[in-house]
């Protein structure tokens, strides 16, 4: 079992910046890929960026070159550094923890708000 707590959402205006946390406790070590998954209102889940164990990262297109993923395996930590957000970056964002060795799981954390005014 893995749990996942997410913090650092809030409100900002369009072009500032936020730092979202996502704080992993449990059965850490069998973590595979950790990622932050956004949901706006009326749309499906998607992508945001993913880090792997091995520090390999991957974005998705509509914020690559504005945000960045990092983490803290000292803290057991993982960070999503939001700059130059757009109100199209408001919803709810996740944090996702994958664990590959099988029977491949997902855990998800509650969500933390970030919404952004033009």
């Known amino acids: 079992q893995v749990q996942l707590v997410e913090s650092g959402g809030g409100l900002v205006q369009a072009g500032g910046s936020l730092r979202l946390s996502c704080a992993a406790s449990?059965?850490?070590?069998?973590?595979?890929?950790m990622s932050w998954y956004r949901q706006a209102p009326g749309k499906q889940r998607e992508l945001v960026a993913s880090?792997?164990?091995?520090?390999?990262?991957n974005y998705g297109d509509s914020v690559e070159g504005r945000f960045t993923i990092s983490r803290d395996s000292a803290k057991n930590a993982v960070y999503l550094q939001m700059n130059s957000l757009k109100p199209e970056d408001t919803g709810v964002y996740y944090c996702?923890?994958?664990?590959?060795?099988?029977?491949?799981?997902?855990?998800w954390g509650q969500g933390t708000q970030v919404t952004v005014s033009s």
């Open positions: 880090m792997s164990m091995g520090d390999s990262t």
């Open positions: 996702n923890a994958l664990i590959m060795v099988l029977p491949p799981r997902s855990y």
């Open positions: 449990g059965s850490i070590v069998s973590i595979d890929v």
